[in-house]
């Protein structure tokens, strides 16, 4: 069973950086794609980026130029560094893998902004 654990988040001041990581085990193939996700109280799901083990990468418009995703080659880790943030990136972030056709999510780990 695979199983994927987010960790860094935390409370920061608009403006400020985070880390986040995410790490996959239970499996010793490479998941096809591992991603970003956020949900806000009272909102829906978003993808946040999206990475392709072939490297594509692509974001969600509200967070492009500031949000980089990257993957650690070779293993099942996926990060997402958090620039320039402000109060409305408050939410709980979700790692997500893809293993053929299967979908695996983390239990989330919560950003808080503050103004």
């Known amino acids: 069973q695979v199983q994927l654990v987010e960790s860094g988040g935390g409370l920061v001041q608009a403006g400020g950086s985070l880390r986040l990581s995410c790490v996959a085990s239970g499996t010793i193939f490479r998941l096809n794609t591992m991603d970003w996700y956020r949900q806000a109280p009272g909102k829906q799901r978003e993808l946040v980026a999206h990475?392709?083990?072939?490297?594509?990468?692509n974001y969600a418009d509200s967070v492009k130029g500031r949000f980089t995703i990257s993957r650690d080659n070779g293993k099942n880790e996926v990060y997402l560094q958090m620039n320039s943030l402000k109060p409305e990136d408050t939410a709980i972030y979700y790692c997500?893998?893809?293993?053929?056709?299967?979908?695996?999510w983390g239990q989330g780990t919560q950003v808080t902004v503050s103004s």
């Open positions: 990475d392709r083990s072939s490297g594509l990468t």
């Open positions: 997500r893998g893809q293993l053929g056709s299967y979908g695996y």
